[in-house]
């Protein structure tokens, strides 16, 4: 099981990024995929999952509107889309992998992944 992700950098505020998380060594469909962020002096927090059998996503409360994740099965990617980006969205940003075939919801309890992947960093500031 693997996971990379890319797309991280330096943004505005007000300005827009999408993160991408490529999977292999498993089928998507199989796993719920969370991404999660960590800023400096903080724990790790979710920030959205997808079940992608069902469809199903979820969204930390700080980030409902603004974020999508969303995956393509064709290329085993994931991606979070992040728009109207604020400095408090500034962090590492993870991407996780768990073994979690139903299509009913997905979880964003870091223990509920078992596969992380390295981290990319997203800066917001002017």
């Known amino acids: 099981v693997q996971l990379v992700e890319s797309g991280g950098g330096l943004v505005q505020p007000g300005g827009s990024l999408r993160l991408s998380c490529a999977t292999s060594g498993f089928t998507l469909d199989d796993y719920h995929i969370g991404w999660f962020r960590q800023a400096p002096g903080k724990g790790r927090q979710g920030v959205s999952c997808l079940q992608s059998r069902g469809g199903r996503t979820d969204y930390q409360d700080s980030v409902k509107g603004r974020f999508t994740i969303s995956a393509n099965k064709a290329n085993n990617t994931v991606y979070l889309q992040m728009n109207s980006l604020t400095p408090e969205d500034t962090a590492v940003y993870y991407c996780?992998?768990?073994?979690?075939?139903?299509?009913?919801?997905?979880?964003?309890?870091?223990?509920?992944?078992?596969?992380w992947g390295q981290g990319t960093q997203v800066t917001v500031s002017s």
């Open positions: 996780a992998g768990g073994y979690y075939p139903f299509p009913s919801r997905c979880l964003l309890s870091p223990p509920a992944f078992t596969s």
